[in-house]
């Protein structure tokens, strides 16, 4: 896979940032509207916290999965206020690595799989090393501004 590196100021320049933008340039070319909503979000960061964006929060389901192939990571959106489940949110950035243990360039694919309860999402991955692996989430939800975005930590255990 090929990286576009994209330098312009007030942009974080970290090596999962270039790819973010990399594959966020690339869908744009194709014209997915997904992509270009990451795009702008990277673009101003403060789009990414508009109002009413930080009264919700993602919280893991099961904080501990066993390492190996086919795990199956589920994560719920909640409104901080009330405790309850928020349905409807779109989640359109994912990203599971491990660079809580200093080996970011170590990820995991994230396959999206059909959950039948409203305001949770189901994942798809392969653990294949024990430790600390970090979920990167950002979804847009209905009638709120901006975006919600949530770094979980994930312990994958033999």
Same mark, same amino acid.
């Given at each position: 896979?090929r !990286?576009?590196?994209?330098? &312009?100021?007030?942009?974080p320049?970290?090596?999962?940032?270039?790819?973010? &933008?990399g594959?966020?340039?690339?869908? !744009?070319a194709?014209?997915?509207?997904?992509?270009?909503?990451a795009?702008?979000?990277?673009?101003?960061?403060?789009?990414a916290q508009?109002?009413?964006?930080?009264?919700y929060q993602?919280? =893991?389901?099961?904080?501990? /999965?066993?390492?190996?192939?086919?795990?199956v990571?589920?994560?719920r959106?909640?409104?901080?206020?009330?405790?309850k489940?928020?349905?409807g949110? !779109?989640v359109f950035?994912s990203?599971?690595?491990?660079?809580?243990?200093s080996?970011g360039e170590?990820?995991?694919?994230?396959?999206p799989?059909?959950?039948v =309860?409203?305001?949770?999402?189901r994942?798809?991955?392969?653990?294949?090393?024990?430790?600390? &692996?970090s /979920?990167?989430?950002?979804?847009?939800?209905?009638?709120?501004?901006?975006?919600v975005?949530g770094?979980?930590?994930?312990?994958? !255990?033999?």
């Amino acid at each position: 896979m090929r !990286v576009l590196r994209v330098a &312009w100021p007030n942009l974080p320049h970290s090596r999962a940032a270039c790819t973010v &933008w990399g594959r966020a340039a690339r869908a !744009v070319a194709q014209g997915t509207a997904a992509a270009m909503m990451a795009v702008s979000i990277l673009a101003g960061p403060s789009l990414a916290q508009g109002a009413g964006s930080s009264d919700y929060q993602f919280d =893991l389901v099961e904080r501990e /999965l066993k390492q190996g192939y086919g795990a199956v990571l589920t994560v719920r959106l909640v409104h901080r206020a009330t405790g309850k489940v928020v349905p409807g949110a !779109v989640v359109f950035i994912s990203r599971l690595d491990m660079s809580l243990d200093s080996m970011g360039e170590m990820t995991a694919p994230l396959e999206p799989v059909p959950d039948v =309860l409203p305001g949770y999402f189901r994942f798809e991955t392969d653990l294949v090393m024990e430790g600390d &692996w970090s /979920l990167v989430l950002m979804a847009k939800l209905p009638d709120a501004d901006g975006y919600v975005r949530g770094k979980l930590i994930v312990t994958a !255990v033999p």
